[in-house]
């Protein structure tokens, strides 16, 4: 989860040192939390400083707001350590934690201070926080792995987000001393190590148990390997002018539910299900039958009027024993799916569908009934074989791959796809149209002009069938009228959430699908 925090925000004027850190330290206890809306870039976040001194703030007053911000939020998760341990780089980053370190002694914490890289070679504002520190009584050392990390909590001040390239040297050693030392590490904007555009590490990353980030959220915060190593994500925006932010560029929208749940309107009293569309799951081939029955049950769960699955023949039986509630038909030819082609508002594909020539087949006729498509699991994979033939793209289908199925339809590897999560969901709505959900952590959505996230979820969804809910939930909602650059965005975060809050009453290991499917409702219906 990602919170906002109080802004902190500091003047020149030392003699209200204390009475500043005091009452910061409460604003930012008490202050409401809010979801920050956008994500930026490296390149972003820079002009956002640029344009915030620009304003007439100096950089060392941002980096004074900074280090107090990062300091008060260490006092709040981890009270009064019996050590701090800052490791510092020669950038502003750096200079942020020395301001921490600063503050630490100023109130007579035990704190030191590891500082890599030449001190002749720091910033102008990062070298007037290390002569503060050095006048408050700060223990400053150079960087040695051989120094002992007994206890209390580690700062990671050393990279920020100007990493542009593979750590080594000093820096890697220092970020596997942090890592190997067992100790709660707070990070400084973004773990060091950590790609701030793409979510990739770049030979190593401290991994963070919680991340600061200062002015805006960094994107590469929230997905890929970024979601694995930034624990939980703080945002304090230091109370630059929100002018700053006009004219940025194009940004990664993030999802918020609440945000979401507001643009679904409310059923009228004289409501019927023939108001909230007729979902057709089409799947479930020998031996996956239940992949067909979890995205049926999604799909009448989060709403459809109705809903109605179209298998194997030797699957009928079982399926409505499960869920007398769905109208379930055996299929033996894509002959025999014509009929049933006619009647749905929506069609969901792939749960369960398998890669046989019945299942191609089946594909084809729902591919040139021209309906409405959400293409999940197989049928995507016999997508990335069909479209070697035909190489036509539309406005109207919903793409859900996991990077694997990414790689397969983009002809790359899923090693390219995790490098850049980004580039590459842009490059698959690009190349078929519609809207794509690029799956897995921090979840991505593309539609044809933008890119929104969703950072809800947990590992407890590693487990078999949530995709197969996914795709019915967002089905449903595309059944019920929601546009789908609404639905989408809703569906993955409804589904994301919902693992959420059954992992917070059983926890995330031995979750499965079908425990979603109730938290899910009642979120759907307002509820929390």
Partial sequence: MVKKIASTKV???????????????????VKSMLWPAQLYTAVQSRTLDARATATGVSAYSLMSSAGLSAFNILLRQWALPNHIHVVCGVGNNGGDGLVLAKLARQRELAVSVYLCGDKNKLTAEAAQAL????????????????????DGVIVDALLGIGLNGQVRGQAASAIAWMNQAGLPILALDIPSGLCADTGCIMGDAVVADMTISFIAAK???????????????????????????????????????????????????????????????????????????????AAARAGAGLVSVATRPEHVCAMLARAPEIMVHGV?????????????????????????????????????????????????????????????KRDNWVLTPHPGEAARLLRTSTEVINQDRFKAVVDLQKRFGG?????????????????????????????????????????????????????????????????????????????LATDLLMPMRYLLNGKN
Avoid at 11 to 27: A, Q
Avoid at 250 to 266: D, N, Q, S, V
Avoid at 471 to 495: E, K, M, N, R, Y
Wanted: hydrophobic fraction near 45%.
């Fill in 332 to 392: 033996a030819s894509g002959q025999a799916l014509d009929p049933l082609l006619v009647a749905p508002s929506i069609i969901v594909i792939g749960p369960g569908l398998g890669l046989t020539p019945w299942s191609e087949q089946i594909l084809q006729k729902a591919l040139a009934s021209n309906k409405p498509l959400v293409i999940d699991a197989d049928a995507l994979n016999l997508l990335s074989k069909i479209l070697v033939r035909d190489k036509s």
């Fill in 219 to 297: 994107r590469g915060l929230f997905t890929g390997e970024g979601a694995s190593v930034s624990g939980q994500v703080l945002l304090d925006d230091l109370a630059v002018p929100a002018s700053i932010f006009d004219g940025i560029g194009e940004t990664i929208k993030h999802h918020a539910l609440k945000t979401l749940l507001g643009r679904f309107p409310r059923r009228p009293r004289n409501a019927h299900k023939g108001l909230f569309g007729h979902v057709l799951i089409i799947g479930g081939d020998y031996g996956m039958a239940g992949a067909a029955v979890l995205a049926a049950e």
């Fill in 435 to 511: 809207v794509v959900v690029l799956k897995g952590a921090g979840s991505l959505v593309r539609t044809e002009n933008e890119t929104s996230l969703c950072s809800y979820g947990n590992p407890g969804m590693s487990s078999g069938g949530m995709g197969d809910l996914l795709s019915g939930i967002i089905g449903s909602l595309l059944a019920q009228h929601l546009p789908a650059t609404t639905a989408v965005p809703l569906a993955v975060s409804l589904h994301a959430k919902a693992a959420d809050k059954a992992a917070e009453s059983f926890g995330e290991r031995g979750l």
């Fill in 131 to 150: 002569a503060e520190a050095e006048q408050a009584g700060v223990l400053i050392k150079s960087f040695s792995a051989d120094d002992p990390l007994t």
């Fill in 11 to 29: 003047g020149d004027d030392n003699s209200l040192r204390d009475y500043r850190v005091f009452c910061s330290f409460i604003l930012s206890m």
